[in-house]
C-alpha cells in the first residue's frame, strides 16, 4: 500500500511539473506617455479560460471626463493582424472588448494601444502603449 501512495504522488508530481512548464507564464502590460491628460494601457496575456489562445485588452484612462475616448487594441504576429476598438463617450476611463488570436509556441507578438480623444485621430508615438510577448 504504501508504495502504491509513493508511485502515486511521485506520478503526481510529474504531471504537473510537465503541465506547469507547458503552459505559458508571463503576462505584458504597458503604459504610453501622458498626453493631453490621458495614457494608454495595453495588456496582453495567455487566456485563463483554458482556450488555448492570447488576449489582449487596450485602456484609455484620463485624468478627467473627455467628450470621447478611442481605445484600440492591434495584435499582430506571423503576417497577420487583429484590431477591436471601442468608443466611449462623457467618461475619464474606456476599455476595449477583449482580442483573442491562436496562440502558437515560437512566435512573437506584438500588442499595442493607439486610442485617441475627442476629434483627435493621431498621437505621437510616444504615448501608444506597446508590448511584444515571444510564445
Known amino acids: 500500500m504504501r508504495r502504491r501512495l509513493k508511485a502515486l504522488a511521485a506520478g503526481l508530481a510529474a504531471i504537473t511539473a510537465v503541465a506547469v512548464t507547458a503552459s505559458p507564464a508571463y503576462a505584458a502590460h504597458d503604459w504610453g506617455e501622458v498626453f493631453k491628460g490621458c495614457r494608454n494601457h495595453v495588456i496582453f496575456d495567455y487566456a485563463r479560460d483554458g482556450s488555448g489562445r492570447m ?28 484590431f477591436k476598438g471601442n468608443l466611449c463617450t462623457s467618461v475619464s476611463y474606456c476599455a476595449t472588448p477583449m482580442l483573442y488570436v491562436p496562440y502558437q509556441a515560437g512566435y512573437r507578438y506584438t500588442a499595442q494601444n493607439a486610442g485617441t480623444i475627442n476629434q483627435d485621430f493621431i498621437w505621437p508615438q510616444s504615448a501608444w502603449a506597446i508590448v511584444t510577448v515571444t510564445g
Open 55 to 82: 488576449a489582449g485588452q487596450g485602456v484609455l484612462v484620463c485624468d478627467q471626463v473627455r467628450s470621447v475616448l478611442r481605445p484600440e487594441i492591434t495584435v499582430g504576429y506571423r503576417n497577420k493582424f487583429y
